[in-house]
């Protein structure tokens, strides 16, 4: 149960694009069309922006999207937005009703 | 409207026990599996347990297993995790997480957290 790598930071400018990546093992995101992505602002709690790799809830702007290949699934946030600004976990499943998340990442709006 | 309010959060000495609680309304609390998550100061996120809509199912993180106990009441709408033996690195704050639909991994709802701080 080792938390997936994120990378610590990514930043861009407003209308930029940022692709943040979520490596698990072949137990996990590699096994499982299963990976989640979750926003969190400072001091609230997490919001759903992407299920089953590449779904988007409804409310969720189209300018998030995910994508997996094999091991290592990826966010990517285009036209970048200051609202956008937070920090970024993904989860996957990992069997047995189990999950594990990303160790996540915050993203900055230069 | 979905909502899940966490409470029984607190300070707590090593060793000690506590039990959090988690009210869900706004859905059909019964046919809904349910998960604790819980994030300590400064930290990331971390699943930690989730039943069964029924109940007769449980998970834990390797952390936790053998001290946390999840379970549910029907009755009242009401998920809780039972905390025993609580160590220094157990101090967090710990999310009620709705899954969404069964045959689903994700989970569309979180409540606001109620913090759990474990220290002599």
């Not at chain 1, 969190?40 to 779904?55: E, F, N, R, T």
């Not at chain 2, 979905?2 to 000495?13: C, D, K, N, R, T």
């Not at chain 2, 699943?47 to 009441?73: L, M, N």
Request: aromatic share 12%.
């Amino acid at each position: 149960q080792s938390a997936l790598t994120q990378p610590r930071s990514v930043s861009g400018s407003p209308g930029q694009s940022v692709t943040i990546s979520c490596t698990g093992t072949s137990s996990d995101v590699g096994a499982y069309n299963y990976v989640s992505w979750y926003q969190q602002h400072p001091g609230k709690a997490p919001k759903l922006m992407i299920y089953d790799v590449s779904q988007r809830p409804s409310g969720v702007p189209d300018r998030f999207s995910g994508s997996k290949s094999d091991n290592t699934a990826s966010l990517t946030i285009s036209g970048l937005q200051a609202e956008d600004e937070a920090d970024y976990y993904c989860c996957s499943y990992a069997g047995t009703s189990t999950f594990v998340f990303g160790t996540g990442t915050k993203v900055t709006v230069l | 409207e979905v909502q899940l309010v966490e409470s029984g959060g607190g300070l707590v000495e090593p060793g000690g026990s506590l039990r959090l609680s988690c009210a869900a309304s706004g859905f059909t609390f019964s046919n809904f599996a349910m998960t604790w998550v819980r994030q300590a100061p400064g930290e990331g996120l971390e699943w930690v347990s989730s039943i069964s809509p029924s109940g007769s199912d449980s998970y834990y993180a390797d952390s936790v297993k053998g001290r946390f106990t999840i379970s549910r009441d029907k009755s009242k709408n009401t998920l809780y995790l039972q905390m025993s033996s609580l160590r220094a690195e157990d101090s967090a704050l710990y999310y009620c997480a709705k899954r969404s639909r069964p045959g689903t991994y994700f989970f569309d709802y979180c409540g606001q957290g109620t913090l759990v701080t474990v220290s002599s």
